[in-house]
């Protein structure tokens, strides 16, 4: 089992940008899975925000649609979240998972679970 780390978080000012980084083992490689981003929002539950298919197509919650934009760089072997034009509702930890895309954003997870990385939106 392969655990995906998430970094890159930060406190920003509303309106402000951050880039997520997913880093993967050299082991590890994105070329035959699908990756999504979650978050975590105080007392509510882990929400999947996009995700990245196999086919590499985009799919986005409503939430951030025309803002977040989800990316893989394969001769990096990291995966990004950019995040623009943040609201203080897009507080909360962030974290990376791989696996099979079964719908246009569900994930079936096959990594573990790391700590994330927390965004904070705030004035």
């Known amino acids: 089992q392969v655990q995906l780390v998430a970094s890159g978080g930060g406190l920003v000012q509303p309106g402000g940008s951050l880039r997520l980084s997913c880093a993967a083992s050299?082991?590890?490689?994105?070329?035959?899975?699908?990756m999504g981003w979650y978050r975590q929002a105080p007392g509510k539950q882990r929400e999947l925000v996009a995700i990245?298919?196999?086919?590499?197509?985009?799919n986005y919650a409503d939430s951030v649609k025309g803002r977040f934009t989800i990316s893989i760089d394969n001769a990096k072997n990291t995966g990004y979240l950019q995040m623009n034009s943040l609201k203080p509702e897009d507080t909360g930890v962030y974290y990376c998972?791989?696996?099979?895309?079964?719908?246009?954003?569900?994930?079936?997870?096959?990594?573990?679970w790391g700590q994330g990385t927390q965004v904070t939106v705030s004035s």
């Open positions: 998972n791989y696996g099979l895309a079964m719908d246009s954003l569900e994930l079936r997870e096959f990594g573990s």
């Open positions: 050299s082991a590890f490689s994105f070329s035959f899975y699908a």
């Open positions: 990245i298919t196999r086919e590499r197509s985009e």
